[in-house]
Structure formats: C-alpha cells, structure tokens
C-alpha cells in the first residue's frame, strides 16, 4: 500500500479529533466560567527513520492532534443580581479546597452557594469530655461559600470562608497562577496545578459581584473552526480514494 493511503488515513483520522473539540466549545458557549479548547497538529514522523532491517522509513506519514490548549482570555461579564455571585474583572482565578481529599482547584466559575459543613469542637473542655468517655465530642453546623458540589471556596487568608452575615462583603479570594499553560482540566470548569505552572499568589484583579464570567468560547470561531475540520477531513477521504483507487490500477497492470 503507498504512504499517501497512511497520510491520508491519520489525517482524516486527526480531524474528527479537531471536530470533536469545536462541538465540546459549542456546546458550553453559554456555560459560566468556561475556556475554549484550542487544538494543536504537529507532523508525524517528518525526518527519515531506520527501520528493523535496515532499510529507511519514508518520510512523511501526516499529522495528529498534539494537544489542545486552553484559551484563557477573559469572558464578557454577566450581570445576575445574586449576592453569591462572583466574576474576576483581570487575571486570576478563584480556589476551591475539597475538604474530603484535600484538593486544591482553580476556577473562573464564581456561582457560589452557602453549604452547611459539621465541624467538631476542638476547645479543652470538649475534648477533655470526650477523653474521659462520658460525652461524644460537640458537633458544630457551620455554613460555608461552596461551589454548590461540596467544595470551600478559599478566603484572601487562604483557608475557607465562614459566611455569617450575607450583606456583608466575603473576603473571596483571586488567585494568580505562575505559568497557566498545562493547566489540567477537571470538570465542571475546574482546573488543577501540576510541577510545571510554577508558584501561586494573591493576584490584585479586582471582584465584581453580582456578575458572572461568561464563557470566552466565540460561536463564529468555533463554527469557522468546524467548517475548515469537515472540509480537511473531506479531503483527506478524496485521498484515500485516489490512493486505492492508484494501488488498483497498479496491481491490475502487473497482474495484466
């Protein structure tokens, strides 16, 4: 089989892929918080190769889907009128703490909610009862800012925000992030850290509540995007075709 069949066939192959990733922006073009995937060809194989028995690869075998990068520009602000409602006007994002797994996470989504949370006493007398056996340690219900799926959201302190008074201004949090690219998804507009995004610090964007970020996901781009994908994968199925189509005619003339 000719190498432009393989070339063909990844190409056609790694476009669905570019499909793929345009409709997931489409689909959370109106979802709060949201960044824009972005994906990213690299060539495969573009230098000549030895191969086992000594004889060189061709070059050229096509190009797939490397990665796909998050846009992490700034969404057009939302106006809600919700007391719990944030939205970081600059850079920055805001941090949730898991207070199961200890997990820290980064989110552009501020639609907070108030949750409850059992905290137990830790003042002497509680726990000089419950070491003598006679009494169970109190229990204490405490509400909390929350992502609404039992997430802390994290203060200007950098621990949880205990919400008392909701007319108060709650000391929420803005986090800058040293190197954003390599960010890893999470879900649910989520975002973890890993040993190559560097230090975090307080970041001096400002918040604006009330709003929410919309999502930077642009519908005109995403439908372009999807355009140039089918026209690129139409294309790479007219190659295949020619490519079978040369092979027969070859295969017919030496059988001929």
Same mark, same amino acid.
């Given at each position: ?25 489409? &689909? ?30 061709? %070059? ?21 009128? %919700? ?27 501020? &639609? ?96 604006? %509540?009330?709003?929410?970020? &919309? &999502? ?41």
């Amino acid at each position: 089989m000719i190498q432009a069949f393989y070339s063909a066939a990844v190409g056609a192959q790694q476009q669905m892929r570019s499909m793929d990733v345009h409709a997931n922006n489409i &689909s959370n073009v109106n979802t709060y918080g949201f960044k824009a995937q972005m994906p990213a060809f690299q060539t495969l194989m573009y230098g000549m190769l030895d191969g086992a028995n000594g004889n060189q690869l061709p %070059r050229g075998s096509g190009s797939a889907l490397a990665m796909t990068g998050s846009d992490f520009s700034s969404g057009p602000l939302e106006q809600t009128g %919700r007391d719990l409602d944030y939205a970081i006007v600059g850079d920055g994002f805001f941090a949730l703490h898991d207070p199961v797994s200890g997990e820290i996470s980064f989110t552009r989504d501020g &639609s907070f909610t108030l949750a409850p949370f059992q905290v137990q006493q830790t003042d002497d007398s509680a726990q000089a009862t419950a070491d003598n056996g006679t009494q169970e340690p109190t229990v204490e219900t405490r509400y909390y800012l929350s992502d609404g799926e039992g997430r802390q959201v994290l203060g200007t302190d950098g621990y949880p925000i205990e919400v008392t008074d909701l007319s108060a201004d709650l000391p929420v949090g803005v986090f800058s992030i040293q190197y954003q690219d390599g960010l890893e998804r999470a879900g649910g507009e989520r975002f973890l850290m890993n040993d190559k995004n560097g230090s975090v610090w307080m970041s001096t964007a400002k918040l604006q %509540r009330g709003c929410l970020e &919309s &999502s930077n996901a642009d519908l005109a781009t995403e439908l372009t995007g999807v355009i140039e994908a089918q026209r690129s994968y139409s294309y790479a199925l007219k190659m295949v075709t020619t490519a079978d189509e040369v092979e027969t005619t070859v295969n017919d003339l030496a059988n001929g």
